[in-house]
């Protein structure tokens, strides 16, 4: 087994060293816009800080970070419903809580797709601001907006 280590690492160092010299700009490995959204899958908000925009990173992980705090919230009172619709003794806190708790699950069930939603379009982002990174744009020769209105004919009444 050592011998097959040592004999892979030297033809390894053996293609670097006879390895031509590049000339172009070797980009950073795991940069392809794939990894990027890969990166924002993971944790929703890390494909955007690699595209170097903070701003919407935060707001990203944020957004991520209430949806599941409020899918967690939403669980958390569907199980307490639940607790108390075993023990309820009359017919109208069985309703209730029936109530309750089938509330707290649709609800939660909302903030599911919602969450699944926003996970799959923060993905979308970082994938497309990726493929942008690179992407430039001419400046434009004029910035001023000039009109030209000819009230001649207003004034006049004749056409010139």
Same mark, same amino acid.
């Given at each position: 087994? =050592?011998?097959? &280590?040592?004999?892979?690492?030297? *033809?390894?160092? !053996?293609?670097?060293?006879?390895?031509?010299?590049?000339?172009? &700009?070797?980009? +950073? +490995?795991?940069?392809?816009?794939?990894?990027?959204?890969?990166?924002?899958?993971?944790? +929703?908000?890390?494909?955007?800080?690699?595209?170097?925009?903070?701003?919407?990173?935060?707001?990203?992980?944020?957004?991520?970070?209430? *949806?599941?705090?409020?899918?967690? &919230?939403?669980?958390?009172?569907?199980? %307490?419903?639940?607790? =108390?619709?075993? /023990?309820? *003794?009359?017919?109208?806190?069985?309703?209730?809580?029936?109530?309750?708790?089938?509330?707290?699950?649709?609800?939660?069930? =909302?903030?599911?797709?919602?969450? #699944?939603? !926003?996970?799959?379009? /923060?993905?979308? %982002?970082?994938?497309? %601001?990726?493929?942008?990174?690179?992407?430039?744009?001419?400046? #434009?020769?004029?910035?001023? #907006?000039?009109?030209? #209105?000819?009230?001649?004919?207003?004034?006049?009444? =004749?056409?010139?």
């Amino acid at each position: 087994m =050592k011998t097959y &280590i040592i004999t892979f690492l030297f *033809l390894l160092s !053996f293609n670097r060293a006879f390895a031509q010299a590049n000339d172009t &700009i070797q980009k +950073p +490995p795991f940069s392809s816009p794939t990894w990027v959204a890969a990166r924002s899958f993971i944790f +929703p908000g890390w494909g955007q800080w690699y595209n170097h925009k903070k701003w919407k990173a935060a707001i990203v992980a944020t957004t991520a970070i209430t *949806l599941g705090s409020s899918i967690y &919230i939403q669980e958390t009172r569907r199980m %307490d419903a639940e607790r =108390k619709l075993h /023990s309820a *003794l009359s017919n109208n806190e069985k309703y209730y809580y029936t109530r309750m708790e089938k509330f707290y699950e649709n609800d939660r069930n =909302k903030l599911i797709w919602w969450s #699944v939603g !926003f996970w799959l379009l /923060s993905g979308l %982002d970082a994938y497309v %601001d990726a493929h942008l990174a690179n992407f430039e744009v001419e400046p #434009v020769a004029s910035s001023k #907006v000039s009109i030209q #209105v000819n009230f001649n004919f207003f004034l006049t009444g =004749k056409r010139k």
